[in-house]
């Protein structure tokens, strides 16, 4: 079998199914891959499904909601949702499968499929492998299910929220902007966050799949508009939201907060409350997190990227907190999903002023982050990697490098480290690379780039 075809055989990324609607994602194939799915469920299943605000939403959920029914399965349309939502409720409502149609932070003109089991936590790499040969195999089971529409997803959501923040501060004075940037979180999470109490400042708090707020992936270039009004409303805090809230991020009025700052942030405070002392983590995550902990005799554990991996290996470590540095966030006394809105009610909770977190990491050593990606052909990423870790000797700086490969290669030298691993999102080798020393971190992200982008134009 040849690398493209290999390629085409593998239906799932890092995090579900994604692509370009109408090129990658078309209403048949989410068809399909709804009725291989529905015949890896017993007859009768019950599934939960929702979307977040993209156009093609309808369109994909209506075939997807075909292919369930045509196997025998009942399919509840919970309609608009962040994925938190869809994933807690698949639990809470006794449903057998969640489906999330969603393409998170991609551009507009994306979509896809996430799924997750009865007890909120996303399928397995297993389960992924099952629905894939069902579908190449294209022997599916006939049967008649039926769809219904429920529409209390919010309250049913923030019922279960409010349970589990007892004892809850009631005497917040923080002025939290909340921007959803158009998508799934949009009229949700604002809602929720007045209904415990905060002083909400909405921004981009309409639902509209174009995104013309912002760009759906919160970072720091794409959250100027939001930062300013922050400053204009003489805001504390802002959270921001990708595509369908599982991801968060926090700007103050000094700008964005970081990445990796957050998530190192929020693990000392869970780590704190929760008595334990083990964060799970992926490849990708930077050393701030081990720093902030270290006083903590907390451990920093990492596995393969994406929420899905995070969860699996939070649960078999048995850890405070499952974290990606993107924004996600894992509270295992909820479950083994990312839930993005708890994650800001967990931390102001615990936050008097915001100018807190900003105070903490003035005590912190100052690591500098750097990410870059080089463009290469979905076919050519298996060959091209295969190939990283034989040249990737040719990376190092000054000494042998402690090699991982539980994810890509990742090189790790005393006072910095460098990953090359290929994207599961989009047809890309992302470069990744933190240092002591801006110089040195931009020397490694040279580096790596240049050796990916040889080995893709040789690989050709």
């Known amino acids: 079998m040849n690398a493209s075809i290999s390629k085409r055989r593998r239906l799932f ?35 939960c499904i929702a979307t977040d605000t993209r156009q093609s939403r309808e369109l994909i959920k209506e075939a997807v909601i075909s292919g369930f029914c045509s196997t025998g399965i009942d ?24 489906v999330m149609i969603t393409a998170s932070h991609n551009p507009p003109e994306y979509n896809g499929i996430k799924l997750f089991n009865k007890d909120a936590v996303g399928y397995s790499h297993a389960q992924e492998m099952e629905v894939e040969r069902l579908y190449f195999s294209g022997k599916f089971r006939a049967g008649n299910g039926i769809s ?25 004075e923080l002025k939290l902007v909340v921007d959803p940037g158009n998508g799934a979180a949009s009229g949700f999470a604002s809602y929720i966050f007045s209904q415990m109490g905060l002083n ?39 959270v921001c939201f990708d595509g369908d809230a599982d991801r968060v991020v926090f700007c103050d009025r000094e700008g964005f907060l970081g990445f990796n700052e957050m998530i190192a942030f929020i693990s000392r405070l869970t780590l704190k409350k929760t008595k334990k002392k083990t964060v799970a983590t992926t490849v990708e995550t930077g050393r701030l997190v081990d720093l902030a902990l270290n006083d903590l005799g907390g451990e920093v554990v990492r596995g393969k990227v994406g929420d899905v991996n995070v969860a699996y290996l939070a649960r078999e470590c048995n850890a405070a907190l499952g974290v990606e540095g993107v924004g996600v966030y894992i509270f295992p006394e909820l479950g083994y999903y990312p839930d993005s809105i708890f994650a800001v009610l967990s931390l102001l909770n615990e936050l008097d002023d915001a100018r807190e977190i ?11 982050f750097q990410k870059s990606k080089v463009v290469c052909p979905a076919e050519l990423e298996e060959p091209v990697m295969a190939q990283v870790r034989d040249h990737s000797l ?4 000054d000494k042998q490098p402690k090699i991982n490969a539980i994810d890509g290669v990742r090189l790790e030298f005393p006072d910095s480290w460098v990953l090359i691993r290929p994207s599961g999102t989009e047809p890309a080798i992302r470069v990744i690379a933190e240092s002591a020393s801006i110089v040195q971190v931009s020397e490694l992200i040279r580096k790596g780039s240049e050796l990916v982008q040889s080995l893709v134009e040789a690989t050709r």
Request: glycine fraction near 8%.
């Open 75 to 98: 399919v509840t349309d919970l309609g608009i949702l962040p994925t938190p939502a869809l994933s807690l409720l698949t639990r809470e409502m006794d449903f057998d499968t969640g």
């Open 358 to 368: 900003r105070e903490f990491f003035q005590g912190i050593p100052r690591l500098f």
């Open 148 to 172: 219904e529409k429920v529409c209390d997803g919010k309250e049913r959501y923030l019922s279960f929220i409010k349970a589990q923040l007892s004892p809850w501060k009631t005497d917040h």
């Open 13 to 47: 990324g890092t995090s579900g199914i994604r692509g370009v609607v109408h090129q990658d994602i078309t209403p048949g194939f989410c068809r399909e891959v709804a009725r291989a799915l529905g015949t890896t469920l017993p007859t009768q299943s019950k599934v």
């Open 200 to 238: 909400v400042l909405p921004i981009n708090d309409q639902p509209d799949g174009l995104f013309p707020g912002r760009n759906p992936e919160p970072k720091e270039d794409t959250l100027q508009r939001t930062i300013e009004f922050l400053r204009q409303q003489e805001g504390d805090l802002a």
């Open 394 to 397: 040719m990376l190092k700086i």
